[in-house]
T-cell receptor
Framework: GEDVEQSLFLSVREGDSSVINCTYT??????LYWYKQEPGAGLQLLTY?????DVKQDQRLTVLLNKKDKHLSLRIADTQTGDSAIYFC?????????????FGQGTTLQVKP | EAGVAQSPRYKIIEKRQSVAFWCNPI?????LYWYQQILGQGPKLLIQ????????DSQLPKDRFSAERLKGVDSTLKIQPAKLEDSAVYLC?????????????FGAGTRLSVL
């Protein structure tokens, strides 16, 4: 079946690195995504990674994919107070190119000044 | 480029009443999704449209929920009658036909409270 698991809460100090972890079950997933949700707002796509990649870097964001263990992580360098939000990991479900996204329950990132 | 528009932003109704939500996707996006996000959880797909046809409505509680996308652009999601457990944020997303990446762009959502 399709399932995505995340830890619920992470607290870091401003300037530190944050690492948010995610595990998924569908080994056929071609793309995996990280979304950010601020209070009262919709989901904003941060980055995505194709399943044949191990790492993807995008400015302060680094995505690591361990396909063997079905483990995905998002590292945020030099975390700022504006990074405080809920972060969702998602995999593409279904077999079609335009299939639904399967989301984890979200990790709340708290950044202390 | 304008984003996905949703209205209303908030709605409070009593159980057994009806409610409707509206979504205008990004111009040119063929695929439209409605997700339900219960407090403390990730969004879960209710229904997916490709143009004006339904692709996946397997998780839609069809005894009370309905959705349409008549002209392949705007969409409405209706609940009739509402139950307490329908309290959630209803998110609309759209996606272009961009191959396999399937980047989905989300609206701000409609927060529904059923009393």
């Amino acid at each position: 079946g399709e399932d995505v698991e995340q830890s619920l809460f992470l607290s870091v100090r401003e300037g530190d690195s944050s690492v948010i972890n995610c595990t998924y079950t569908d080994s056929s997933s071609t793309y995996l995504y990280w979304y950010k949700q601020e209070p009262g707002a919709g989901l904003q796509l941060l980055t995505y990674i194709f399943s044949n990649m191990d790492v993807k870097q995008d400015q302060r964001l680094t995505v690591l994919l361990n396909k063997k263990d079905k483990h995905l992580s998002l590292r945020i360098a030099d975390t700022q107070t504006g990074d405080s939000a809920i972060y969702f990991c998602a995999e593409k479900g279904g077999s079609s190119n335009t299939g639904k996204l399967i989301f984890g329950q979200g990790t709340t990132l708290q950044v202390k000044p | 480029e304008a984003g996905v528009a949703q209205s209303p932003r908030y709605k409070i109704i009593e159980k057994r009443q009806s409610v409707a939500f509206w979504c205008n996707p990004i111009s040119g996006h063929a695929t439209l999704y409605w997700y339900q996000q219960i407090l403390g959880q990730g969004p879960k797909l209710l229904i997916q449209f490709q143009n004006n046809g339904v692709v996946d409505d397997s998780q839609l509680p069809k005894d009370r929920f309905s959705a349409e996308r008549l002209k392949g652009v705007d969409s409405t999601l209706k609940i009739q009658p509402a139950k307490l457990e329908d309290s959630a944020v209803y998110l609309c997303a759209s996606s272009p036909n961009d191959g396999t990446k399937n980047i989905q762009y989300f609206g701000a959502g409609t927060r529904l409270s059923v009393l």
